[in-house]
């Protein structure tokens, strides 16, 4: 078995006796994602890449798990869209770090957010959750992981466009037909973030949707699958290797 919640606690008793193991907790946030993704879609990639990875790291010799969904972030930029719920960035890293703590505590030996929610004070609010704890935080934030994604996730032009979409799909994920005839946005959250800018509407992200989901393809979205798997595993095998 590979989800915690799916395992009796004798269960989990006799897997961190054994040696190297490691728990996956994938984070997101409750937020639109267009006309055409569904407002968990964070919370989805962020499982599915996590799921991916429990058979990379067993080939490593890590027995993983992935952990019930944190779904649930700073979603700040979004405000005024139906569906968004944000929640205080306090609030997360309390919470995720005491996640976190139970975690360690039961003997697992490593313990890794992955998380696909890239606004800045969410982020922010996970890498907090695990400072001075056997932890990391798994995130293509990260300057050398989001340097292997898309040209599209690159130029910041990604939410709910090409990358994602194709992440969607390539999950097996509800995507509606009329991302097909959407128009491509070529507005980049990186560059509106640095101009000061913090909310969609402010952007030009009128539909909540950035890049062009209407390229999208699971070919790209396995491949990109691909990458971040690599981006857990390594966050795993360094974190284990740290002790």
Known sequence: ?????????EEVRALVARPPTAVLVPVGSVEPHGPHLPLGTDTLISETASLRACAALA?????????????????EFAEGFPGAVSVPATVLTAMLRAIAQRLL???????????????????????HAVLDLGASVASPLTRRW?????DEFKTGNCHAGRYETSLVIAAGGSVKDEHRGLPAVAVSLADAIKAGKNRFREIGMDRA????????????GE????????????????????G
């Open 1 to 9: 078995m590979t989800r915690l919640a799916d395992l009796t606690s």
């Open 59 to 75: 080939g490593k010799g890590v027995t993983a798990v992935v952990a019930p969904s944190v779904p649930y972030g700073v979603t």
């Open 105 to 127: 505590a039961d003997g697992w030996g490593h313990v890794c957010f992955v998380n696909n929610h890239l606004e800045p004070a969410h982020d922010a609010a996970v890498r």
């Open 146 to 150: 989001g340097r292997t994604l898309t």
């Open 209 to 220: 949707y950035t890049g062009a989901p209407g390229e999208a393809t699971k070919e790209e």
């Open 223 to 242: 491949a990109s699958y691909e990458r971040l798997v690599e981006m857990v595993l390594g966050e795993v095998v360094e974190g284990l290797a740290r």
